[in-house]
């Protein structure tokens, strides 16, 4: 009775040599490497990538230990950090040459030594947490409402230059709070221009307000349209994250969305943190608005009599500058932005290019007015500052924009990328933030290790001493846990940490629950007179019920963990998880599978070395009373 | 070797009431606790920043302390962290904060007086994060416990559900008790712990009430308290291995694990201790109470519609 289908066997063999598999590119530990990878969508890396960064190396006397390409980029293997530091240094200057115009990212990076048969099944090391390996852990916050005034403020320009085109005379437009008034002198005119932003307007919900001469329209966006401008806002955000990131030269940046409105940012590695900091820190919007030059007016501002719909600004170079409030552009209008050089006075000049909505404002509006100047407005915080402000010349067609004069070269590789990088949709602000030392992280797996090792030295002891033979192969039942668990996690890549390395040790702590009730039982089922057989039988058979029980009732709080944790709760709700699912395969099939090949072939079993099994005289228990 | 040799049951029902009047005692203070001093909860709660230093040498806190006073922090803690050599700096949220800037702000600050310490690490949390964690780890509680009643009404009967979850919540609210009245930080890996003994101290009521069902079915004529007895006393050699077992686990993370792991197993220690008792001594005395009965787990036969005298259908 004791006795497995060969299937069974096989299956336990298999499953024990995938853990062993999954589980050994973690013991080869990592060499130094560096990474080449694009910092534009537009450049593919592919295998002439590949050949240019093996000939730069060969060139610099630089001897590698193997060059591979994947999704990631290219990279590079290297004998000792020396050389990777050389090797990243010389393929910075073969690959960037402009400094201020990165086309590749070039980073240092640790790759995983483990030969290439391991790599090529997927078995990869257990990709590690931020407090395991050091790096900076960000959380930003998306400023939703932010999105939406500016949209908002956007929606009113619209409306005002769709009104005059139409020719609906209204006495205002204007923004208050989330709602866009328009107020009106009859009601005549109203239901006209219900009609015309009814048209033209379908993100729009417009009511009613107001009596006798002073009639209101309130717009306001409608659900469907606010959804998908804060969806549209986190992943520019998101965008813009990104392209500022490349700029730090950072191996494996994690840039996800978490949430309806906030962004996870994790750099790896990252030591220099006031750089990470600074640069995700600009949390800069670009504005394009217009020039208030009303004569005078400027005169007023700065006496403090700044004129309704106008703001005062000091532009770069200290020069008062009075700029309407209206935005005529925003940002997300703007597609790319240059450095480059004027084609006729060969000036530095900087080149935008807008999409399609924009350029057919920029046309409508510098026709309007030529010979007049606008403003580039970078907000930072709600700070406001123009970056220039040039002179419109003529009419701009077709989305390309040069701004040019007064400048630098210097000042246009700035404005290019300030432009650039800068046009967040929404203001983002940092709510969480870690950052881990290189050397904690070392101590943290290294303490991590020696509570699991202790812990499961402590507990082999025991078990052995207590239960002898069935003690040894609950104790290898145990390890086997442990090697599925880390094959696992290996396997599924989730992030290590060290409340997850507690979450082995104690799955391990908790799993050895399940053996020590199967062991209790057959010594129990031999207590009350059973064959050695039939104990084993009974034993795992009726244990297997409250085990069970038992495992879903853990594996309830743990769910429960994963759905509601976030951080270090998370990261050990998914390895209790894993640990309850592994012990209730090992602590059963595993240690059967070892006690029937153990016992089960046998004819005759006299007695089982299950440690002494003590009856009270009179053997009997209360149940035959 | 064989620890337990047991000739007879113990009767442990016959103290139930003394057992539960102890637990009460306990659960009262450790609430009286709670009310009285509070949690003393981690900065992922409160929001602020904490700032960890390595010094070569032994650290000297008070010139820490000056320098953070005279540089203008305010209501700052500062402490050793694990060894005299690492220093813990805790400040509250300050609303007119450049909070990106901080960690470097501190470590200038510190230059001066007590110079020669490397930032180990850094966090912060704003407030929005730590009222939300404190909302999500009470929906986990709640989700726990709905789980666990749900799923033992189902299995068992729901008054096992019910005596199962009020002895677990109690050890619950008494290691929040003891981290109340020790003043040990509160953090989120202590609610991991906190959940995970949840789970983990139900397995104890789920392993005696797994035998209270299989005595019941196979024994006659034996007393509910009698029937408890037995199934107590027939697997406390199995509750006490295993917990000894998972405390060596904990125990060896308690003391190799680092101050970073310290309160998790600490609280898994204490969720150890009374999970036990109030998984053994206090749940069984509840479904004792509540009424459980033979009649509730051996089932009469259904009578089946439209059968003959014999049961047969066809």
Known sequence: MNRYPLWKYVTVVLALLFGLVYTLPNFFGESPAVQVSSAKATLKIDDKTRERVALALQTGGITDSGIFLDSNGVKVRLPTTDAQLQAKDLLERQFNPDPADPQYVVALNLLSSSPRWLTSLHALPMYLGLDLRGGVHFLLQVDMRGALTKRLDAISGDLRSLLRDKAVRHAGITREGEHIVIRFRDGETRNKARVVLEDNQSDLLLADQGEGDDLKLIATLKPEAIKRIQEFAIKQNTTTLHNRINELGVAEPVIAQQGADRIVVQLPGVQDTAKAKDILGRTATLEIRMVDDTPGALEAAQAGQTPFGSELYVERGALPLLVKKQVVLTGDRLTDAQPGFDNQTHEPAVHLTLDSAGARIFKDVTRDNVGKRMAIVLVEKGKGEVITAPVIRAEIGGGRVQISGRMSTMEANDTALLLRAGSLAAPMEIIEERTIGPSLGAENIRKGFLSTMWGFAAIAVFMIAYYVLFGLVSVIALASNLLFLVALLSLLQATLTLPGIAAIALALGMAIDANVLINERIREELRNGSTPQAAIHTGYERAFGTILDSNITTLIAGIALLIFGSGPVRGFAVVHCLGILTSLFSAVVVSRALINLIYGRRRKVKSLAIGQVWKPAGAGSATAR | ?314
């Open chain 2, 1 to 314: 070797m064989e620890f337990f040799r047991i000739r007879r049951d113990i009767p442990f029902m016959r103290h139930a009431l003394t057992f539960n009047v102890i637990s009460l005692l306990t659960f009262l203070l450790a609430v009286f606790f709670l009310f009285s001093r509070g949690l003393h909860l981690s900065v992922e709660f409160t929001g602020g920043t904490l700032i960890e230093l390595n010094y070569p040498q032994a650290a000297n806190l008070e010139k820490v302390r000056d320098a953070l006073g005279t540089a203008g922090y305010t209501d700052l803690s500062v402490q050793n962290f694990g060894s005299s050599q690492d220093v813990l700096i805790r400040l509250p949220l300050k609303a007119e904060q450049n909070t990106a800037k901080i960690g470097e702000a501190v470590m200038q600050a510190l230059a001066v007086e007590a110079p020669g310490a490397t930032l180990r690490r850094v966090e912060f949390v704003g407030p929005q994060v730590g009222k939300e964690l404190a909302e999500n780890g009470a929906l986990a509680l709640l989700l726990v416990v709905i789980g666990i009643v749900v799923y033992l009404a189902f299995r068992f009967e729901w008054r096992f559900s019910v005596s199962a979850i009020i002895a677990n919540l109690h050890d619950v609210v008494i290691i929040l008790g003891f981290f109340a009245f020790f003043q040990w930080e509160f953090s989120l890996s202590v609610l991991a712990a906190v959940l995970a003994v949840l789970g983990y101290s139900v397995n104890e009521s789920v392993v005696v009430f797994d035998r209270v069902r299989e005595t019941f079915k196979k024994a006659r004529g034996l007393t509910t308290p009698q029937v408890l007895d037995h199934a107590i006393t027939s697997t406390i050699s199995r509750t006490i291995i295993t917990h000894a077992s998972t405390q060596m686990m904990v125990l060896s993370m308690l003391l190799f694990g680092g101050e970073t792991l310290y309160y998790f197993a600490l609280a898994l220690t204490i969720g150890i201790c009374f999970g036990i008792y109030s998984s053994v001594l206090v749940a069984s005395p509840l479904v004792m109470w509540l009424g459980v009965s033979r009649e509730q787990f051996v089932k009469p036969k259904r009578q089946i519609e439209g059968a003959n005298a014999d049961g047969a259908v066809v």
